[in-house]
């Protein structure tokens, strides 16, 4: 079980992007679904956006401890932050287009294709997380206000 429980662990070592390349990919993809955020996301934060989450992004694939955890984090805090489900899927497609260029395709495409996928899943795990709590706390005060408009007739 030890091999899910890392991001970084992988059958072999993988080329990362530069943080440039995958910053200016999350950019393009956070762009390209800027409209479909449940808060409104300034157009001029995206790239400050982007630049953070390919920082973030990077540091845990280079990490050999144990990242799924702080990946699921990063997704909590994303929803918290009200970037929208395709926003979230865009930079999961993004970093996977990134990786799994060139370099990683000369024997290392499983090993990429691990890395990117243990990370989405646990960035994903952690973005419906925070998007199911805040469901419930939305029920939770329709369930309060109805109990207290019906209380007072």
Known sequence: MAENTR??????????????????AYQQGLQEALFSNRLMIAPRRIRDLAHDEALF???MLRSADNAQARVRE????????GLGLNSVLNLCAALRRVLLDEPNRNGLFDSALDAVDKFAHALLEGYMAACQEEVRR???????AYQRSTTTW
């Open 7 to 24: 991001i970084a662990q992988h059958n072999g070592p993988i080329v990362l992007p530069s943080q440039d390349a995958l910053g200016a």
């Open 57 to 59: 992004a990077l540091e």
């Open 74 to 81: 990063r997704g909590q805090r994303l929803a918290e932050q």
């Open 138 to 144: 939305e029920q939770q005060r329709t369930l309060a």
